[in-house]
């Protein structure tokens, strides 16, 4: 079983930064592929990012490429989300997901096992 704890979350301007950190007592989330989802009022869930399993390549969605970085830091076993340059359109709950069966579609928020209870973002203009 893994218990996944998000924290960072708040309110930002345009422009700002801000990074949320995923924590987990469980398993190491290094044998995870691990990712970092949204879901702003009256939308779908949506994919952000993520770091697989192992050696940890990460992937992004178009819409962060270039302003969002995940990591990871095995030492502590969590995972993290620098976010920079900041939009309103950011503007969500955030969730951290654990996916451990590998293979299947990293976008797909049916492809994770586990998830936390998400952390509010606001980004105002």
């Known amino acids: 079983q893994v218990q996944l704890v998000e924290s960072g979350g708040g309110l930002v301007q345009a422009g700002g930064s801000l990074r949320l950190s995923c924590a987990s007592s469980?398993?190491?989330?290094?044998?995870?592929?691990m990712a970092w989802f949204r879901q702003a009022p009256g939308k779908e869930r949506e994919f952000v990012g993520a770091i697989k399993w192992g050696v940890g390549d990460t992937y992004y969605a178009n819409s962060v490429k270039g302003r969002f970085t995940i990591s990871r830091d095995d030492a502590k076993n969590t995972v993290s989300l620098q976010m920079n340059s900041l939009k309103p359109e950011d503007t969500a709950v955030y969730y951290c997901?654990?996916?451990?069966?590998?293979?299947?579609?990293?976008?797909?928020?049916?492809?994770?096992?586990?998830w936390g209870q998400g952390t509010q973002v606001t980004v105002s203009s």
């Open positions: 997901a654990a996916a451990l069966q590998r293979g299947l579609s990293i976008v797909s928020p049916q492809s994770y096992d586990y």
């Open positions: 469980g398993r190491a989330l290094s044998s995870y592929t």
